[in-house]
């Protein structure tokens, strides 16, 4: 027992020994790489405070003109700015990787579909990276809406369903499925607008679409 511990001992010494001729061998590159990382982490620091907090500001500052015309339905302008402000799709150009700038994609295809530009709603809705509850739902209806509208009703009703099935909460969802059920009828596929609807019915009472859908019940039935 003596004997073993004696072997373990002279083993760690041995093994001490080594990593000390390694440090003292390797001092200088060992002391190059440490103060590498320190400058890495330096300059991350100051890059997250110096360049992009200003930046996530401004941006922010520039955003809140911009959703104020377009609440005021002055789309354009909301897109485009004026002398003093930035409009969404400058946002997108000058603050790049911000969370303003990804934001201020969701309104520019929001924009873009109350003008009718189809085609940008879509590019601009597609570039949107959503992660909340409600907006990236809306997103994907939005785009279904101008594929709606571009003719594109199979594009449209996928999208629909799409959304629906993204999150489960009494504001997207009934819209989604009601949107999603009436494409069916246009498609005629009376059974799946039916299943649709029926899920309202069934499962949104507090949404605005439960108040006539009875009537989409009875119509897909119908057919």
């Given at each position: 027992?003596?004997?073993?511990?004696?072997?373990?001992?002279?083993?760690?010494?041995?093994?001490?020994?080594?990593?000390?001729?390694?440090?003292?061998?390797?001092?200088?590159?060992?002391?190059?790489?440490?103060?590498?990382?320190?400058?890495?982490?330096?300059?991350?620091?100051?890059?997250?405070?110096?360049?992009?907090?200003?930046?996530?500001?401004?941006?922010?500052?520039?955003?809140?003109?911009?959703?104020?015309?377009?609440?005021?339905?002055?789309?354009?302008?909301?897109?485009?700015?004026?002398?003093?402000?930035?409009?969404?799709?400058?946002?997108?150009?000058?603050?790049?990787?911000?969370?303003?700038?990804?934001?201020?994609?969701?309104?520019?295809?929001?924009?873009?579909?109350?003008?009718?530009?189809?085609?940008?709603?879509?590019?601009?809705?597609?570039?949107?990276?959503?992660?909340?509850?409600?907006?990236?739902?809306?997103?994907?209806?939005?785009?279904?809406?101008?594929?709606?509208?571009?003719?594109?009703?199979?594009?449209?009703?996928?999208?629909?369903?799409?959304?629906?099935?993204?999150?489960?909460?009494?504001?997207?969802?009934?819209?989604?499925?009601?949107?999603?059920?009436?494409?069916?009828?246009?498609?005629?596929?009376?059974?799946?607008?039916?299943?649709?609807?029926?899920?309202?019915?069934?499962n949104y009472p507090e949404a605005t679409e439960w108040q006539?859908?009875?009537?989409?019940?009875?119509?897909?039935?119908?057919?």
């Amino acid at each position: 027992m003596e004997k073993q511990i004696e072997d373990k001992n002279t083993e760690m010494g041995s093994v001490i020994t080594r990593s000390e001729e390694f440090i003292e061998k390797n001092q200088k590159t060992i002391i190059i790489v440490i103060v590498a990382i320190l400058v890495v982490i330096l300059a991350i620091f100051g890059l997250r405070k110096w360049y992009f907090q200003p930046r996530e500001v401004r941006a922010a500052e520039e955003m809140f003109a911009a959703e104020q015309w377009f609440a005021q339905g002055d789309f354009e302008k909301a897109l485009n700015g004026d002398d003093t402000f930035r409009g969404f799709l400058g946002i997108i150009d000058n603050y790049g990787c911000t969370k303003a700038a990804n934001l201020a994609k969701y309104y520019a295809g929001i924009s873009n579909l109350r003008l009718g530009n189809y085609d940008e709603a879509i590019k601009w809705l597609g570039k949107y990276n959503g992660k909340d509850t409600f907006t990236r739902p809306l997103a994907e209806m939005a785009q279904g809406d101008a594929e709606m509208e571009r003719g594109n009703t199979d594009k449209a009703v996928s999208l629909y369903i799409k959304a629906a099935n993204m999150e489960n909460n009494y504001i997207t969802t009934p819209t989604a499925l009601f949107k999603a059920g009436m494409g069916y009828m246009m498609l005629g596929d009376n059974a799946k607008a039916l299943d649709c609807f029926q899920q309202v019915k069934k499962n949104y009472p507090e949404a605005t679409e439960w108040q006539e859908i009875d009537k989409y019940i009875a119509l897909a039935e119908a057919k």
